[in-house]
């Protein structure tokens, strides 16, 4: 597919949001039998009740916009040279982020690590090693890594997660947050 392609090849990968494609898919549903969804790859949107229900206030582009249909979009729209950097290894995992997970770019080196935060306590990370993305889980309020599997960088990363979700904190209610991260 032409387009997916071009939209690939033109990806700003500095920044968290997802390439806008003019196609629209119809899209199994993976639980009811004969029942589809239209997916369209500019917000993108889906016509399915989790995506009206939770997704569709998002900002246009938003990770998080993506329902299990959104991915399956994806998926079939793959370029011969797969989705770039994380974005690549986003699809590819499958699962559909918490509706309220907020995603962010840390810059390291001449990498972009892909991360989110909000919706529970665990920040999600793609980060390069050895040249291709991997995923890693980070605990908020435990400070600590999945199986204690960190990325490389993993100071600037944990960094950069902290004060994402405190500055975030600090704007709607106030307080309390870093509390809870040191102990204070
Ligand atoms: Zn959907």
Redesign the pocket.
């Known amino acids: 597919m032409e387009r997916a392609a071009s939209a690939a090849s033109n990806m700003d990968l500095s920044v968290a949001l997802l390439p806008s494609i003019p196609v629209t898919l119809r899209?199994k549903s993976h639980s009811e039998a004969n029942v589809v969804?239209d997916?369209d790859l500019t917000g993108p949107s889906?016509?399915?009740p989790?995506?009206r229900g939770a997704r569709s206030q998002l900002p246009n582009g938003s990770l998080t916009r993506c329902?299990?249909?959104?991915l399956d979009a994806f998926g079939r729209l793959e370029p011969a040279g797969g989705w770039p950097g994380w974005l690549g290894a986003f699809l590819e995992q499958g699962w559909k982020p918490h509706p309220r997970k907020r995603w962010f770019i840390v810059r390291l080196g001449s990498d972009f690590g892909l991360v989110s935060v909000g919706g529970n306590d665990w920040s999600d990370v793609f980060a390069v090693v050895g040249g291709s993305y991997e995923r890693f889980g980070y605990n908020i309020p435990d400070l600590r890594w999945s199986y204690g599997n960190e990325p490389p960088r993993s100071d600037e990363i944990t960094q950069a997660i902290l004060g994402e979700a405190h500055g975030r904190h600090e704007r709607t209610s106030r307080g309390g947050l870093l509390d809870r991260f040191f102990g204070r």
């Open positions: 899209v969804y997916v889906c016509t399915c989790d995506w329902c299990k249909h959104v």
